[in-house]
């Protein structure tokens, strides 16, 4: 499967700020998500990133507080806006195989003060 | 209802303990389905993927029931390192995976 690089792995931010989170794939994939996993609790699906289009938002996940962008189809980025300490969490990309296997990024972990 | 559901545990079994973990899933337009493994502070890796006919892969075996809509995962011999959470997922051809909240595993010597 394809490695994906992402980056920062952990930070610590101030309430109100915003931070980005980068994703580069080895090699092209069609699909890529972002996740979020917040302690003690399973995956939570918050996009699906489109190559040149805006994203797929689930129920609860908007555009305003989780703009995602995906210039190409190695590349994506995850921007959590506005942060308040809710926001604590990690943050995961993967992309998907081809009979919709998954692979991740190592994560970040986002802790907001 | 979750669209996926497992038992969380936590299990504690021995070394060399045979454990089981079930998961059920709503969706029945659910086309695939998989077992990762999460170790603690770690992301989600593959485990296996589970077939209609039933998989193995060495000391692990999963198994999926159509009809029931479950999905079992059984390891034999347990190791150590097989301490880990287990995610269930079920995945549609809409290209959406739905992760179970996990199984917490330890194997103690």
């Known amino acids: 499967s394809a490695v994906i690089s992402q980056k920062p792995s952990r930070d610590i931010c101030q309430r109100g700020t915003s931070l980005t989170i980068q994703c580069q794939v080895d090699s092209q994939v069609t699909m890529m998500f972002w996740y979020r996993q917040q302690p003690g609790q399973s995956l939570t699906l918050i996009a699906t990133a489109n190559q040149g289009s805006e994203a797929t938002y689930e129920s609860g996940f908007v555009i305003d507080k989780f703009p995602i962008s995906r210039p190409n189809l190695t590349f994506s980025t995850l921007t959590v806006s506005n942060m308040s300490p809710e926001d604590s969490s990690i943050y995961l990309c993967?992309?998907?195989?081809?009979?919709?296997?998954?692979?991740f990024g190592e994560g970040s972990r986002l802790t907001v003060l | 209802r979750k669209e996926v559901e497992q038992d969380p545990g936590p299990f504690n079994v021995p070394e060399g303990a045979t454990v089981a973990f079930n998961c059920t899933y709503s969706n029945s337009a659910s086309q695939s389905f998989f077992w990762y493994r999460q170790d603690c502070r770690k992301e989600p890796k593959l485990l296996m993927s589970?077939?209609?006919s039933g998989n193995e892969d060495g000391r692990f075996t999963a198994q999926l029931n159509r009809a029931s809509q479950y999905i079992s995962l059984l390891i034999r011999d347990s190791k150590l390192s097989d301490s880990a959470t287990y995610l269930c997922v079920a995945y549609t051809n809409a290209g959406k995976s739905t992760f179970g909240d996990g199984t917490t595993l330890t194997v103690k010597p």
């Open positions: 589970v077939y209609s």
């Open positions: 993967s992309g998907t195989g081809g009979s919709g296997e998954l692979f």
